[in-house]
């Protein structure tokens, strides 16, 4: 039985650090942890152009301590009205990694998301001539449709016709859910890839509702089924390169959890990357944890892995704490005890 595992330090491909003060209670939990990481622009307003992303990221440097060997990536939120000039000079001057599209309404912060992708093709190939990646939150919007059904009808309705129509965009289905978008997945060419956060590794619908309303499970794209549950699981620890680390960690404050109406978030940062490794053992794949969590990201992001290690052992930790305070005091995900530790570099 392995004990001890080192691998290369992670980076988190999909995180919500916020602004503000809740900005600097969190930014310090993924700084710490993960090298790089992809920083999403859902703040209000969003961060939709070269300017705002700069002004951004020297908010979070500013957040980070000093000693942290973090590098913030940056995106560019997608709206109806993006400018593909300014995605393109963005990229151009190494200030956009990614394009993050959220339909409008689809999740928290996304009322000046995109109304139809159809009329974006122009911005579409300047991504695809700027190699800029489209990071979509996969879920279609109608009203009418059922929660638990908004992944996979995104995927036959929008996700499959955008990934025809553009054969040189590169394109990562954030926070899969599904086994259908696993199987979309592995099925769709190379340039196709998702990130698969914890939480979704570690609970199911039911979970949610386990003894009562758990407000600190709510998430959007919200967990599925069981049978869901055990396919990303396959897929994440099955090394394809398709597959890669993103926590979605998406800080609430307790007040705004906890009331009638709910927000979709769960903070995860303190503690995800000991729960995949916990999911990595319970798979029989501690060996493939490297490839998921340090490996295919970069890969996929055109960069290079990181050189630093971290060692990971295996220790029982009680469960991560809240975070912040007042208004941004923020519960952790999870609720339960860890069965790894990171070893505090020597
Ligand atoms: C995210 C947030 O709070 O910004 N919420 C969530 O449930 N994941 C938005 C998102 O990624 O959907
Ligand atoms: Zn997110």
Known sequence: MTDRLTIRRPDDWHVHLRDGAMLAAVAPLTATRFARAIVMPNLVPPVTTTAEAIAYRERIRAAVPASARFTPLMTAYLTDHTDPADLAAGAAQGVFTAVK??????????????TDVAKLDKVFAAMERAGLPLLVHGEVTRPSVDVFDRETLFIDEVLDGLVQ?????????????????????????ERVAATITPHHLVINRTDIFRG?????????PIAKREEDRIALRRVATSGNAK???????????????????????IFNVGAAIEVYAQ???????LDRLE????LNGPRFYRLP???????LVRAQQPAPEAVGAGP?????????????RIEPAA
């Open 101 to 114: 599209l959220y339909p409008a309404h689809a999740t928290t912060n996304s009322a000046h998301g995109v």
């Open 165 to 189: 129509r553009h054969p040189g965009l590169r394109l990562v289905l954030e926070h899969i859910t599904t086994r259908r978008a696993a199987d979309y997945v592995l099925a769709a060419p």
């Open 212 to 220: 009562g309303l758990r407000p600190h499970l709510y998430c959007l």
């Open 243 to 265: 597959f890669f680390l993103g926590t979605d960690s998406a800080p609430h404050g307790v007040e705004a959890k906890e009331c009638a109406c709910g927000a979709a978030g």
């Open 279 to 285: 999911v990595f053992d319970e798979e029989g794949a």
């Open 291 to 294: 490839a998921f969590a340090s």
């Open 305 to 311: 892995p990181n050189e630093e290690r971290i060692v």
């Open 328 to 340: 941004t005091r923020v519960r952790a995900f999870p609720e339960t005890a860890l069965a790894w």
